[in-house]
């Protein structure tokens, strides 16, 4: 996808997304810890976002004709509208990857690594699960389930079981969003290796932090 800078209209395009930053490809490259202010030009209309250059290279292979600088900028500022692209291109990579494998009946979306983290520790690794939804679902039904990692631009996906519901009223009472309680039956295509694998590279990057 093409982006401009709107201070220097520098024109560039996209090497690859998340949700905490941008690859990028452009005939200028800027040095760290150079600030951008951008607007991505998506299928929906203009996207703008801001951030902080990261990294910044020459191209291994260039020519006249190509984009001869990279660089990964670390998102600063972003709208609900660039979340919005980020699940509906992870949701149609998952069609094109499982479209014979694997029918979806529900997804919760975890928009960074940290996010994950927490959820593992309270939940999931407890068998556990608890996905927003207005669907309804009868106790002990089995579900298709996945959950989209915006940071990582990744999928995992399982089955589990109902094990409880919050309907209207609960989450009122509860002050919780309505959804349903699962118990982790098996993650699939696996999964599970891929989710122990992140968390332990989250575990590691937090001690060196500390």
């Known amino acids: 996808m093409r982006f401009t800078w709107e201070d220097t209209r520098i024109f560039g395009f996209t090497i690859d997304f998340s949700s ?3 690859g990028i490809s452009a005939k200028r490259g800027i040095n760290p810890p150079g600030i951008l202010e951008m607007r991505l030009t998506a299928p ?3 996207i703008a976002l801001k951030g902080q250059v990261r990294w910044c290279r020459k191209a291994a292979r260039t020519s006249a004709q190509m984009f ?3 660089m990964g900028v670390q998102l600063t500022e972003r709208s609900q509208a660039y ?5 509906d291109m992870i949701s149609e990579m998952e069609e094109r990857r499982h479209a014979h494998d694997f029918k979806e009946d529900l997804h919760v979306t975890y928009e ?3 996010q994950l983290l927490q959820e ?3 939940n999931i690794r407890h068998d556990g699960l608890f996905i927003p939804t207005d669907k309804t679902f009868e106790k002990m039904q089995e579900v ?8 990582l631009m990744a999928v995992l996906h399982g089955v589990g079981r109902v094990i409880y519901s ?3 009223e609960d989450s009122e009472r509860l002050n919780k969003p309505k959804g349903i309680g699962l118990q982790i039956q098996e993650f699939l295509f696996g999964d599970k290796d891929d989710l122990h694998l992140m968390i332990e590279e989250l575990r590691a990057k937090h001690r060196r932090r500390g």
């Open 44 to 46: 929906e209309g203009e």
């Open 112 to 114: 960074t690594q940290f």
């Open 83 to 87: 979340i919005d692209l980020l699940e």
């Open 166 to 168: 919050v309907n209207a």
């Open 20 to 22: 905490g930053g941008l």
């Open 144 to 151: 298709n389930f996945s959950i989209h990692l915006l940071e």
């Open 68 to 70: 001869v600088f990279e």
């Open 120 to 122: 593992y520790d309270a």
